[in-house]
């Protein structure tokens, strides 16, 4: 048991003191309080014990507020009498108290018991309440109460027992349930004062006395009196206050406010100079016209962070919603209308932003995006039934030139795609290890795209000449040839560096390129973790990377690297490659017997005709991804990037291209994200790492972040009916009705995904007389 006497000698503890004292033994799993208190404030407040154990407090002389906000699984014992707000808002604790009560206690009380030895003071039980959800609070008084006692009282059960209240004229003090709207009293002793406007007194039912009975042992035990038992418990001295219903309450006549405003006021209202007075009421809530806010459903109206952080602008929640509503095959299906490369990049390469940017991570863990993908390799999709008879021309098999290549073949369009490569897939199939890729999921996804109809030409190197043959032939032509002329620094020896793309795409393609012991990657991205995991696969002993700056490659390939022995330095700067190694610009040598370098590449132009808009060794389209007269780009040509940007940039330079073989022209649409504001992720329960759900099956982690989940709670939530669902046509849209709604905001803060948005009532109103009409 903790025990503590808050008083030595002349010194007193602090209120502040002795409830950090009772924390810190709380903390160390305490349960038993013995407090020998000298006036301090809110001894046994909302405390609660690490293991869910019931807390017991014992305390002779508190100040104020003993129990208040007290939880339940908290028991309070007050030996004597207490100060003031005896159990304020209680919200499930039970507490004694084996003497007097001071004024408002039970004040605000929601849950839990009181229980008073003796008499209570001023304002006892005002402002007690019901949470539906929860038990009624409980009072038992065993004496009486002072004066405006249960004012405002709206829900709750309080007993007063009128034990040696004989002398007092009204056991319940001078105006008791003023205001009182809910809740009922049962009093034993003469009432009066009582507020007639607001309750009725009547005799106990049976079920009164039911209540009375099982619960009178209790009370009695608590307070130490249980030999006032026979005495109270003569039920026939007993009667109950309950609040009037609003039927049977006194109604005030009906004033003709506009009578009074013409004939007693003035001529035409006092405002009439300003306004033609329409002489209605307008009450301080109201509908229509005189609301201050009202609400708008703006479904999808906002991108989901997901959707706005992947440059290929993929709606992953969409996917989700669909799975959601049991719509498994279009789910699958819906990524395909953004990329041809659901397993292979974004299953398997992407770093996946839209991921990083999931609301759920304030929650937990993100919901699983990338995983999603793998779940749509195998879908099939047929080949368009209509043509339009127009030939595209695509320059380069990799992931933006496929990507615009199966955007304008799903248009209807004739498409042919030109490869140097022996196969399709770009840097996919030629550099990325399989060990990150499987080649299986490639090569499923290269034949989905040629079975609808993409004519693939492998093996032609494209020049001048058989640029301009490709030119003339084609009503379109799309350059998306990427970045493969690995970038090299002048410094000395640079011709020791094995160039890291070079090397990759020897491992792919079965060679054994050979490497020293000790090898030195210069560039710590994506491809220097591909690079490092390749030299120990030749045989390396030892792999060190190198960066001028913090390593840019994902986590896990990081982790890959350093689990193989591998070693990241930064921030390193190379000042000459030697036989030994690498000198850095601070005199120190790495030794190393092979250099690797893995800081980025840039595009082979030079197949193009003079006069292309190329800047810094790029292509530098217009708005419409195009360089030329018919003739358009993508990917690593204008920017080397991501692959999830190749495709992002692939499939808008197809759009482009549809709208200009259509005669108009392509306008990209505006992103927006979601406001977080807007989400309310409080109703989303939090799960544990271990208990994510595949990723087919991670709908309902999913917010659905500014596209309405249609789970009815801004519906159910109005307190007015005014939200109503319409169906039409397969979809849905929630409506209000300005006739009932009071622009009151429930339905966008209850709205788990940000539908609603509440904005300021700006519908004019006529009555008000504008500079025009003077």
């Known amino acids: 048991m903790f025990k503590i006497n808050t008083t030595n000698g002349n010194d007193r503890m602090s209120t502040q003191d002795l409830l950090q004292a009772i924390n810190v033994a709380l903390a160390a799993g305490e349960t038993e309080y013995y407090i020998e208190a000298s006036g301090q404030h809110d001894i046994g407040g909302p405390l609660w014990h690490p293991e869910g154990k019931p807390l017991r407090f014992h305390v002779t002389n508190p100040g104020q507020r003993v129990g208040s906000m007290c939880l339940a699984g908290t028991e309070i014992i007050v030996e004597g009498s207490a100060s003031a707000d005896v159990g304020w808002l209680n919200a499930g604790g039970k507490i004694i108290v084996r003497g007097d009560g001071g004024d408002t206690t039970g004040h605000c009380a929601a849950s839990g018991k009181i229980y008073v030895g003796g008499r209570a003071g001023t304002r006892t039980g005002s402002l007690m309440k019901h949470d539906p959800s929860d038990t009624p609070p409980e009072m038992w008084i065993l004496k009486n109460c002072g004066s405006f006692s249960f004012e405002f009282m709206s829900g709750g059960i309080v007993v007063v027992c009128g034990y040696d209240s004989e002398q007092f004229e009204s056991v319940l003090g001078d105006r008791s349930c003023m205001g009182m709207v809910g809740g009922k009293l049962y009093v034993r002793g003469t009432m009066k004062g009582l507020s007639a406007k607001d309750v009725k007194v009547e005799a106990l039912t049976a079920a009164d006395i039911e209540y009375l009975t099982n619960n009178m042992d209790d009370f009695l035990t608590c307070i130490e009196r249980t030999d006032l038992k026979q005495e109270l418990t003569n039920w026939q001295e007993w009667q109950k206050v309950t609040a009037l219903s609003y039927d049977e309450r006194p109604k005030k006549a009906h004033t003709d406010i506009k009578a009074f405003r013409t004939n007693q006021w003035v001529d035409g209202g006092i405002f009439s100079d300003v306004c033609n007075d329409d002489y209605a009421i307008v009450g301080l809530v109201t509908t229509g016209l005189y609301r201050q806010r009202i609400p708008l459903w703006e479904n999808a109206r906002y991108n989901a962070p997901c959707q706005f952080n992947c440059t290929a602008s993929i709606p992953s929640q969409l996917r989700f919603n669909l799975l959601r509503e049991g719509k498994v095959e279009e789910a699958y299906k819906l990524v395909l209308d953004y990329t041809p490369f659901p397993g292979s990049v974004c299953g398997a390469v992407c770093p996946n932003p839209c991921m990083e940017g999931c609301s759920r991570t304030d929650i937990d863990v993100s919901a699983q995006i990338s995983a999603l993908g793998n779940y749509s390799i195998g879908v099939d999709i047929p080949a368009p039934a209509n043509t339009t008879g127009k030939m595209v021309a695509v320059i380069g098999g990799g992931v933006a030139g496929l990507t615009a290549a199966w955007q304008l073949r799903r248009q209807g369009h004739d498409v042919t795609v030109y490869d140097a490569g022996k196969t399709m897939g770009g840097k996919l199939e030629q550099a990325i290890p399989r060990s990150r890729l499987a080649h299986d999921t490639l090569l499923s996804e290269l034949k989905r795209i040629e079975d609808i109809g993409i004519r693939f030409k492998n093996n032609v190197q494209v020049d001048k000449e058989k640029f301009a043959a490709i030119s003339r032939d084609y009503d379109a032509v799309i350059v998306a040839t990427g970045a493969h002329i690995p970038r090299v620094f002048p ?193 989303f329960k939090k799960c544990d790492a271990a208990d994510v759900p595949a990723a087919n099956e991670d709908y309902l982690r999913c917010i659905s972040c500014g596209t309405c989940r249609d789970c009815h709670m801004c519906q159910k939530s109005c307190p007015e009916n005014a939200i109503s669902r319409i169906a039409k046509d397969g979809a849905f849209e929630y409506v209000s009705d300005e006739k009932k709604c009071i622009g009151c905001g429930i339905c966008a803060g209850i709205c788990p995904c940000g539908i609603w948005t509440m904005s300021n009532n700006a519908q004019p109103i006529n009555m008000y007389k504008t500079e025009k009409a003077h």
């Not at 030892?542 to 193989?564: G, R």
């Not at 017997?593 to 530098?620: A, Y």
């Open 491 to 683: 410094w000395p020896g640079q011709e020791r560096i094995v160039k890291g793309l070079d090397f990759l795409k020897a491992i792919n393609r079965g060679e054994k390129p050979a490497v020293g012991r000790r090898v030195i990657v210069i560039g710590c991205g994506n491809s220097g973790m591909d690079a490092a995991v390749g030299a120990y696969q030749m045989g390396a002993e030892q792999v060190i990377c190198i960066d001028v700056q913090k390593p840019a490659a994902f986590e896990k390939e990081i982790e890959h690297v350093e689990a193989l022995g591998g070693q990241l330095m930064w921030p390193v700067a190379t000042k000459e490659v030697t036989a030994e190694g690498i000198m850095t610009t601070t005199g120190e040598l790495i030794p190393g017997d092979t250099v690797i370098i893995t800081v980025g590449e840039s595009p082979d132009l030079t197949f193009l005709p003079e006069g292309m808009p190329i800047e810094r060794g790029c292509l530098k389209p217009d708005n419409q991804y195009r360089i030329a007269d018919k003739i358009f780009t993508a990917g690593d040509t204008i920017r080397p990037g991501r692959l999830v940007d190749a495709i992002g940039a692939g499939r808008e330079a197809a759009l482009s291209v549809d709208a200009y073989l259509a005669g108009s022209q392509f306008v990209a649409a505006a992103k927006t994200v979601i406001p977080q504001g807007k989400l309310s992720t409080a109703y």
